[in-house]
């Protein structure tokens, strides 16, 4: 049975996406990010929890009011939530059919462009509203200074990602919606 690897989740939440969100943050990430505020994160291996996807629906739709009432949903970040698309993708497809908000929240570290990482990714974006992509730096150096990463697959990811764009209401702020 597939399950989903949680470090911890946050009812009515109101930072991570439109609305009052109720937020999963997942257990793995490949990115050290020097200002980390989720470090026990990192590690794939520690959960706090592992879940089914039934168990999270059921856990999660009691929220549904207060998702309609406030335009909100479900948020998924991390940790890094790319690293568990498989159940990702079984997650935001049951709340998609109950009406749910769905929303990731990555900095995309494991995006790649092998078939595997691709096929899972356009089957989740069939079930995702919005994206929110968390570039670290724009400058590589920059980036593998901060995270020990480089970012050419994430802007990569970004390129490949991006429908259309927004502006910020604070036109110092430029800014992509991904949806």
């Known amino acids: 049975m597939l399950k989903g690897h949680l470090h911890s989740v946050e009812s009515l939440g109101t930072v991570d996406g439109p609305g009052l969100r109720y937020i999963l943050f997942t257990q793995g990430c490949l990115l050290r990010c020097l200002y980390c505020h989720n470090p026990d994160t990192w590690k794939i291996s520690e959960p706090s929890r592992e879940v089914t996807v039934d168990e999270m629906v059921n856990e999660i739709l009691p929220y549904k009011p207060y998702f309609d009432a406030s335009g909100g949903g479900v948020t998924v970040s991390g940790g890094e939530?790319?690293?568990?698309?498989?159940?990702?993708?079984?997650?935001?497809?049951?709340?998609?059919?109950?009406?749910?908000?769905?929303?990731?929240?990555?900095?995309?570290?494991?995006?790649?462009?092998?078939?595997?990482?691709?096929?899972?990714?356009?089957e989740l974006q069939?079930?995702?509203?919005?994206?929110?992509?968390?570039?670290?730096?724009?400058?590589?150096?920059?980036?593998?200074?901060?995270?020990?990463?480089?970012?050419?697959?994430?802007?990569?990811?970004?390129r490949k990602t991006v429908r259309y764009e927004t502006t910020c209401m604070d036109s110092t702020c430029p800014c992509a919606w991904l949806f």
């Open 81 to 122: 939530p790319l690293l568990q698309m498989p159940f990702l993708e079984k997650l935001f497809a049951e709340l998609k059919e109950n009406g749910v908000h769905t929303c990731l929240d990555t900095s995309a570290g494991c995006a790649n462009d092998t078939k595997a990482f691709q096929r899972h990714f356009e």
């Open 126 to 158: 069939k079930h995702t509203d919005l994206i929110l992509l968390d570039i670290k730096h724009i400058d590589n150096d920059k980036h593998i200074r901060l995270t020990g990463k480089p970012n050419t697959h994430i802007l990569n990811f970004a």
